[in-house]
């Protein structure tokens, strides 16, 4: 259920922009449902150290839980960029996943020479750039990742399938769609809540309405063909610019 978003999207900006390699010295700012993904993925992929930054208590145990080597609250001490920087010896790679001004400055400083910030966090801040110094004598580069395409989402799914992708802390709750309006009232957790349509009292149609674009498509929930189809624009024009088009985004609603 969380594959597309939680999963795949890490996946697209570690492996596919960012270019993860083994060995490699690993920064996640951002602990939520996008970073503690990007934890196993970067586990998976052989990360020599994977340290995780985020000011919450939970979420830094939860991290550890999934496979960080160390964590960091940027709450604490006056300098976080150095005590990030001292704790990893400088990253070669670090993934933002917050999408404020001061988490994307943190990743930026977190770099060592040669370093790569992939930001995935989605914002309005405008952070402050280092010295241009930095970025010439460092050869340090900083790119934007956005998603995911439906081939990355399906090795996703490959992965999980061979255990070759740890995701079994993904899900910190499964809720009856009942339930729905109680979620939004507890405190926030680090994982992702899964709504059950089978568990809600009222009985429902088992069908998955897709809207993509302006195409609208309807498959059953047990079409072994469901990942294609939810993909797929329901006439001709749409059709042809998708065969083109690197990313796509659809909203899902359970009928």
């Not at 993860?20 to 700012?29: A, H, L, R, S, Y």
């Not at 985020?54 to 830094?60: G, V």
Request: hydrophobic share 45%; glycine share 10%; charged share 20%.
């Amino acid at each position: 259920a969380i594959v597309p978003d939680a999963i795949a999207t890490p996946y697209h900006a570690l492996i596919t922009v960012g270019r993860i390699g083994v060995g490699e010295t690993v920064v996640i700012i951002g602990a939520g449902g996008l970073g503690l993904q990007a934890i196993a993925v970067a586990r998976m992929a052989d990360a020599k150290r994977i340290v995780a930054v985020d000011p919450s208590a939970d979420a830094r145990a939860a991290a550890l839980v999934v496979g960080a080597d160390a964590v960091l609250d940027p709450t604490v001490g006056e300098n976080p960029a150095k005590g990030l920087y001292d704790l990893t010896g400088g990253a070669t790679l670090s993934l933002e996943a917050v999408g404020r001004a001061d988490s994307v400055e943190l990743g930026m400083q977190s770099l060592a020479p040669g370093g790569r910030l992939v930001i995935v966090g989605v914002g309005q801040d405008r952070p402050r750039l280092p010295p241009l110094i930095r970025f010439v004598a460092g050869e340090t580069s900083v790119h934007g990742s956005f998603g995911s395409t439906m081939a990355e989402i399906r090795t996703v799914l490959d992965l999980i399938a061979a255990d070759k992708l740890d995701v079994s802390h993904a899900i910190s709750s499964r809720v009856p769609l009942d339930d729905v309006p109680a979620v939004f009232k507890r405190s926030a957790t680090p994982g992702r809540t899964v709504t059950l349509p089978e568990l809600c009292g009222t009985p429902m149609a088992h069908d998955v309405l897709v809207e993509l674009n302006d195409g609208v498509a309807t498959v059953p929930l047990n079409s072994p063909d469901k990942l294609n189809t939810l993909a797929m624009p329901t006439d001709q024009p749409q059709l042809e610019a998708f065969k083109h088009a690197q990313h796509s985004t659809a909203s899902v609603a359970v009928l």
